[in-house]
């Protein structure tokens, strides 16, 4: 649940957000090189630039609301908490990863906190926390599922099936797309003839824009939004602009972009501008760079242990295909 | 123990499944208010209330979604896709999500959903709402498939699908649902997977499933006058299906033959044949016959709907041929 | 194409549309009969009530320019043109029908005049027609492809996908959607929580919304919808109000249905309201009793051919799963 | 005769085709601009421009649907799905509609659209990007399905299919699209339906197809050390499939092996054993046997997917086993 941090001062609140973005950055950019290094089987999509988003939503999310996202999921799930051991071991595909190495990337889940998946198929999110909402809103606490989903999964069917029924059964759905312009190799723009924001305005959906590269801003949309669903039990969307620093995949040419972008990009970076953030909410001197210094032993101590871990064993191959002996519900 | 129709049967399964469990929630197009489109639905709004029992949009990819995300989250959810035909439009759902989210995510949790189908012909439905696509599934590593043939195991292996913690896809008849037989009061459950002999014989092993039980039943029936003794093995469960018992059968009678009501090319009986011609290869005195329905969609016209669709004569004469 | 009537005086054009939405009525209530009578295989859905949407819509219609249709496609089907004996022949699963009795109800199609086909899964034609309407925009000739479909269609994702790609490549679809308020045994407002017009102005596409039972004001509304349509080249929606006057298929009992429904359906029949417009316009004396007079003598002549013919060889089930010899393009 | 990739061979038919007849175009993600997402279209947009390549939003059921609706309206449009995977979004467009039409319509018309797709793995691409799925479709008549092993077929097959006049899903292999082979300058069309012997042998027939027809090849090679001779069949087409040409080598071999990539059970190989087990039955020396993949989903890891991958060990004891 949120902390309580005074609207107009949310201090506390942008160091955890800070924090938790910092995290992400430090992981992606470790990935980013372990894929250089030929250490990263299969693909392998970075969020760099966008990781003030789940950061600051995640802020406001308690360990009974549940996420669920896609390809370009691992802000995501670091934001929820998973454990940055299980999660780098898990891309690294070792038996200790979260999922045993059977997932990787685009599958890093933890079901005990709330983490439904990345996903590999897009859009397929959205109908997964339509029914999680369902499953949510039935316990009766205030709960919501949070889907994140980028501008290029607009395009998808299911965005208005789910639209619909969230409106339509009153869910308590975020629907937050992470708009960074770009659908794999292509600008969405030539992919899209619709605005998220004149769906919401269709479907009759409490929405919201904002900078997903401000800390503050984020946290701002975050709150609001994230209350009104709480008090409620209603849909909302929140639409997210931000930058999607890296190529489609690790390995991608990126010969298809603008000049400039980048430059464009880093003055927008998200870790840059938490930092101005954080300066002007008054946070004293020293604390980002300790917190940096935290954030980057802890990321190398994980990236350790996870490096250390044995590959899956073989024999394990057929395991968990169905489940053994019944079940046992969160 | 009462006689019953089998939709009736499909009814109490779930009944008794939500009086028992709370978590227990149905989801499906017209299911609620119009108590289903096959009336299978009956009663349960009223009974249940409309925080268990939802009339859904016509979206049936979003349906069974919800149903991977209400099972992720706690529920036991029941969809309906009102014919099997339109799975087409739940399939990532049901395969790339249901029946992959234990595996990929190391066996961290279940999706203990249900999803009630109807398939087959008879009703002049025509190509879109009479196919039998269960081969599609329990080609699936992480799905359970069963289909119900008579009006026990309409009850019996819906509650156990519903009580089974991975997704499992109940495939119905349609031209079963008016189908009468006994209903016990208190049913055994059933156990997924376990095959159960209809009627014994000892020349030929007959295995089939679904609607067309009752037609190689009628068919053992006629050989028998013939002098030939059919066994007739219902499936049953067709994702996890009971090698087992249809070898068991094999070793008594040496001569196999495999009906049902979908498409021979590439269906079910496939898979039982080429396992029989592996595992029971040395047990066997005959070729492997199939009797299912030839390569073309399913036609509207009675005159074409009947000789598509699988009968007592062409079993007859597979049955003949085998003991040539 | 369109016939040269005067925009204040159509009384040619609508005599036109009168004809063919009578041609509708006689021969679903004569489907409505042989239903009772055990005659008619499988499920039969009756567009009774409806027949003045496609009736106006096919006057401005080329036999170059494609429709697809639902399950409810009766009207749709007769309304361009396709015979009445082959139609009854096809419903009726004789060998001498339209689709050799393979199809029935719920696939109607005649390839030669544009008729893509009824269609018994909701929404279907949507992309067909998008399709359609990508090859027609390819040949240059102004031709549209108009899919007919129900409110309650307007659930399924396709329609989104349909409305984004045919407003981003600008496609010659007309989507007409047949809004008579049920959905199956539900009302549609229930399932719903998006209106036609809003979406339309989301993906910034045309829409007019007319009274679907007046002839004149869908007349009106068909002939600038496909008139804009041809000059531009752009998609346009209509969306007609109208009324289900019988259960969802024939053999409903309907009990989920408003009291007093039927006096309102009653009140705006289409065929009654066609005959006041026919008036009004000054249609001669007489024309009314001869027209309907010819229809019902078509028909019945139709439908005695229809009953003669034979049900088809089971020898013939197996042909036309491929193509034999090789493919003649329309 | 040149050398070249797969993936180039299968641009080249595309664009032989298109430079052939104007109603040949495009529709797929990122097919236009980027070339595909593994490079299978690069230069078409320029050579043919926007009017025949479309790049389409990710929609794949409006891509496959689409495609049913330009084939009937006198177009040869060619939809590419970026993963097999994804085919689970495009199920009813392709089962329901491409496949049916003809049939249902009585015969009026014809579906002349193809679906490139690729299977497999090997690439860690996960339990979502690996699959192979093609006996779903080889099950739905009016569908047919060609798997191209080498880089002349993944020209000719695909000419074929856009030649052809009814609805093709060409499969193609993410692992095979950087391999190399000879490419005639003018390649020999296809006949879809029709096998090859890639190997010449006596004691075996080893049906395969895919990807797999090369790890049969090198597992061949080294049973020919032992002393037991393989013929090696590429299937190259599974619906139709030929089955002249398979009995015609049982009948030599009269032992039978059949390795794929995909899910063993319900799987293709289920059909061809099922067939042999029947019209074969009496040329059988020995049991029939199946390598394919077991019943999981595609794992990730590197260990795990090798594991689950059809290796020529597998092989190699299954052809032991047979002339044991
Ligand atoms: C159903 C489906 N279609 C296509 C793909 C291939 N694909 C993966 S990511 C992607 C683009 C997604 O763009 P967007 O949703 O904007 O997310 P971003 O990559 O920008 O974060 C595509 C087409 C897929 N994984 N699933
Ligand atoms: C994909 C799919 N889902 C469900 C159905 C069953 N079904 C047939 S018609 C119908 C209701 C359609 O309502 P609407 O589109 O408004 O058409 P109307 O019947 O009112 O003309 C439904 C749910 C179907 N045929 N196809
Ligand atoms: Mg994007
Ligand atoms: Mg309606």
Chains 1, 3 share one sequence.
């Not at chain 1, 909402?133 to 998808?156: I, P, Q, S």
């Amino acid at each position: 649940m949120s902390r309580k941090t005074a609207p107009n001062n949310p201090a506390e609140a942008l160091k955890s957000i800070y924090r938790r973005a910092m995290i992400i950055r430090e992981a992606e950019k470790t990935l980013q090189q372990l894929f250089v290094d030929g250490r990263v089987p299969g693909f392998l999509h970075l969020s760099i630039g966008q990781e003030a988003i789940a950061s600051a939503i995640s802020e406001f999310l308690t360990p009974g609301d549940t996420v669920s996202s896609n390809h370009r999921g691992h802000g995501h799930t670091l934001a929820k908490g998973v454990d940055l051991t299980g999660f780098f071991a898990e891309i690294l595909g070792r038996a200790t990863g979260i999922c045993g190495g059977r997932g990787g990337s685009m599958h890093v889940a933890d079901l005990r906190l709330g983490m439904l998946g990345a996903n590999g198929i897009v859009a397929a999110g959205l109908p997964i926390t339509t029914g999680s909402a369902l499953a949510l809103k039935g316990r009766g606490k205030g709960e919501v599922a949070v889907v994140y989903f980028g501008d290029g999964a607009l395009a998808e069917g299911l965005v208005h099936e789910c639209l619909n029924i969230a409106s339509l059964w009153s869910l308590p759905v975020l629907f937050c797309c992470e708009n960074n312009g770009w659908s794999e190799f292509s600008p969405t723009e030539k992919q899209l003839a619709v605005q998220l924001k004149d769906l919401a305005a269709a479907f009759g959906i409490a929405y919201a824009e904002a900078d997903g590269n401000d800390m503050l801003a984020m946290h701002d949309v975050a709150r609001d939004a994230i209350g009104r669903m709480r008090a409620g039990c209603i849909p909302h969307i929140l639409e997210c602009h931000t930058t999607r620093v890296r190529g489609h995949y690790e390995g991608d040419r990126q010969d298809y972009r603008p000049e400039g972008e980048a430059d464009e990009m880093s003055a927008r970076d998200p870790v840059a501008i938490g930092r101005r953030r954080l300066a002007e909410a008054g946070v004293e001197n020293g604390w980002i760079e300790t917190t940096d210094a935290e954030v980057k032993a802890a990321n190398t101590a994980a990236l350790e242990t996870a490096l250390a871990a044995p590959l899956p064993d073989a024999a394990t191959l057929l395991a968990d295909v169905y489940t053994e002996g019944g079940l046992r519900h969160g | 123990m009462a006689e019953s129709r089998y939709v009736r049967a499909v009814t109490r399964a779930m009944q008794d499944a939500m009086a028992a469990d709370a978590s227990v929630i149905l989801i499906g197009e017209d299911v609620a208010a119009a108590g289903g489109s096959f009336k299978a639905t009956r009663g349960l709004l009223e009974e249940f209330g409309p925080q268990r029992v939802y009339d859904a949009p016509i979206a049936e990819a979003a349906i069974a979604g919800m149903a991977v995300g209400a099972a992720l989250s706690g529920m036991r959810p029941i969809a309906e896709i009102m014919f099997m035909d339109f799975v087409t439009l739940s399939m990532d759902m049901l395969v790339n999500q249901a029946a992959k989210a234990r595996y990929m995510f190391g066996g961290q949790g279940s999706v203990p959903m249900v999803l009630r189908t109807p398939h087959g012909g008879g009703l002049s439905a025509g190509p879109q709402h009479s196919q039998c696509l269960e081969a599609w599934f329990a080609h699936i590593p992480g799905l359970k498939v069963v289909v119900p043939a008579t009006v026990e195991d309409a009850y019996s292996l819906l509650r156990a699908a519903i009580d089974d913690p991975d997704p499992v896809i109940v495939v119905e008849n349609k031209a079963l649902y008016a189908l009468k037989g006994d209903l016990p009061d208190a049913p055994a459950p059933a156990r997924i997977g376990e095959a159960l002999v209809r009627r014994e014989g000892m020349d030929v092993t007959l295995v089939t499933y679904g609607g067309t039980l009752w037609t190689a039943l009628k068919a053992a029936e006629i050989a028998q006058a013939e002098g030939i003794s059919v066994e007739v093995i219902d499936l049953r469960s067709i994702q996890p299906w009971d090698e087992a018992a249809v070898l068991a059968s094999l070793c008594r009678t040496h001569r196999l033959l495999i009906a049902h009501e979908a498409v021979e090319a590439f269906g079910v009986g496939a898979e039982i044949a080429a396992r029989m011609a592996d595992i029971g290869f040395d047990e066997l005195d005959a070729p492997i016959l199939r009797v299912a329905a030839p390569f073309s969609p399913v036609p509207f016209s009675p005159t074409l709907e009947g000789e598509w669709r699988v009968s007592e004569t062409k079993i007859l004469t597979a049955l003949r041929r085998l003991m040539a």
